[in-house]
């Protein structure tokens, strides 16, 4: 089966070039560094598109399938754009995610709204923006969900989210699929949530679950699968209801380092087309239409992170830190999660690696640190650090802490590089403070 950019540390178009330094979309990685400055955000066009068909690609076996980009993962106006021209429809949880692609041309009706406590006002405005369709997470909000609908006079299209109890292998925060999950309806609950939509200004069309993210197992697919399809069969047997939609939401992982062996697309949508096809033949039903909602798998190969080293320590008999520009504000996953992540000097990427250093970065917290023991070659102040796999959360959970800049953003391709996000000023740091007038002082 081909491979998919998601089983790759690097981007796709990631080579050493002429002058000896990295290079990415045929863009050098230290010609970036210099034009924009670091902390640098860098995106591979070519790798974006190249999963983005991988996923097409792998599913177009099964006729009724839509792929609806996980927004959460990276949200900018451009990557939308990006997106939606490889036909990509998107899952928003805010009204910020959904301002973002409303206002980067996206056809609403090919957007998905979730989350676990939307509020009135975002669900107003996904209703007045059109959104395809709404995924109701709990009881509080389909009645929130049906006043609005009431109130304008007009129909809702809905999925209800639900927990399909299953355990994936992940890291505990990621995953979201088990049974004590803040997540979505349980499976105890959706007759209840049935019976509440059927005297309602609410259209259902189907079920949506999600059961965790940086999946490496296929088989959890199966069984969400497996159960989806035996509650659309159930809810046709119970209720006469005809659900033709079933959205399984995202999870497939990436290569982070090494030792993770995420499946390909093509492993996945088999895995997955053979899933539905089992269970329409066990549970009799007629073939739904599914909905797939990758966001790590979409856009975490094609991003890296370019820093500037910049102090170092050697503590006695212990560690060698090197500090770079940025860190957890930009990049919070090594902080939250554990994550691990591969990095080379961008200035000498063939060099041997001869030490084993620790990265730091440059924020107020002992747990800032981007790297544990990472093998890296005789390293000085100004050495430009290229940290892989930096495309999927590093962004979208980006902070001001220690009221530092947020990095800009460059799209890479065809030896073009285009700012996508600007990197932001002192004066936007303080653009929505006010000081009340007793406090002023006079300057
Ligand atoms: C987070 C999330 C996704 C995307 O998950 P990835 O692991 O990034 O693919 C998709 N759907 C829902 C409902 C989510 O919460």
Known sequence: MPNSTNQFIKPVSCRVNSNGNLEIGGCDL???????????????????????????????LYKKVNMMYASKALCTMATSALMYSEGFGFDVVSAGEMYTVYKAGVDMSKVLFNGNNKSVDELAMAIDLGVGRISVDNF?????????????????????????????????YIQTGHLDSKFGFD????????????????????????????????????????????????????????????????????????????????????????AIEDAIKKYNIDAPAIFLEPGRSIISTAGVTLYTLGSSKQVPKGRKYFAVDGGMA???????????????????????????????????ESGDILIHNIELPELEEGDILCVFNTGAYNYSMASNYNRVEKP????????????????????????HDIIPDRLRVDV
């Open 187 to 274: 499976l105890t609950q959706i007759d209840e949530a049935v019976e509440f939509v059927l005297s309602s200004n609410l259209k259902l069309h189907g079920l949506h679950a999600h059961i965790g993210s940086q999946i490496f197992e296929t088989a959890v697919y199966r069984d969400e699968i497996d159960i989806l399809i035996r509650e659309l069969a159930r809810l046709d047997e119970k209720f006469g209801l005809k659900l033709d939609e079933i959205n399984i939401g995202g999870g497939l992982g990436v290569k982070y380092v090494d030792s993770d062996l995420p499946p390909s697309t093509y492993e996945i949508a088999n895995v997955i087309i053979s």
């Open 30 to 60: 230290v010609e970036l560094a210099q034009k924009y400055g670091t902390p640098l955000y860098v995106l591979d066009e070519e790798t974006i598109r190249a999963v983005c068909r991988d996923y097409k690609k792998a599913f177009s």
């Open 140 to 172: 509080f909000e389909l009645s929130l969900l049906d006043e609005l609908a009431k109130s304008r006079n007009k129909s809702v299209d809905i999925l209800l989210r639900i927990t399909p109890g299953i355990e994936c292998h992940t890291h505990e």
């Open 408 to 431: 800009a953003m460059v799209l890479v391709n065809n030896s073009q590089s285009d700012i996508i996000v600007s990197r932001e000023t002192l004066d936007d740091l303080i653009a």
């Open 330 to 364: 930009d990049n919070a996953r090594p902080s939250m999660y554990q994550a691990e992540y591969c990095a080379v000097v961008a200035n000498k990427p063939e060099e041997n690696s001869l030490q084993t250093v620790t990265i730091a970065g440059r924020f107020c």
